[in-house]
């Protein structure tokens, strides 16, 4: 069975930065597309990251594009979502995902809240 978990969200002020981690168990992250999704009060769920099994292409919304940054560690089995320039407009809860098309995620991870605010 598959089982995402999410942590490093937290309270950061604007212009800051924050790293999230999501420990995967159950399948190997070379074997499937691993992925940020967020979801902010009000709104639907997002895409937000991917990156491929071999992690040679990644994606990233125009959103984040160019602040964000994705990244993996197969000794760890973990998928690592780097957030820099923090707007208030990135406060959402924070989804790890995984599946074979990361627009349609077959697994979910429990979430983990990020407000930005000052």
């Known amino acids: 069975q598959v089982h995402l978990v999410e942590s490093g969200g937290g309270l950061e002020q604007p212009g800051g930065s924050l790293r999230l981690s999501c420990a995967v168990s159950?399948?190997?992250?070379?074997?499937?597309?691993m992925g940020w999704f967020r979801q902010a009060p009000g709104k639907e769920r997002e895409f937000v990251s991917s990156?491929?099994?071999?992690?040679?292409?990644?994606y990233y919304s125009d959103a984040v594009k160019g602040r964000f940054f994705i990244s993996k560690d197969t000794a760890r089995n973990a998928v690592y979502l780097q957030m820099e320039a923090l707007k208030p407009e990135d406060t959402a809860t924070y989804y790890c995902?995984?599946?074979?098309?990361?627009?349609?995620?077959?697994?979910w991870g429990q979430g983990t809240q990020v407000t930005v605010s000052s």
């Open positions: 990156i491929m099994e071999n992690g040679g292409s990644r």
């Open positions: 995902v995984a599946g074979r098309i990361i627009l349609d995620p077959d697994y």
């Open positions: 159950g399948i190997p992250i070379t074997k499937i597309i």
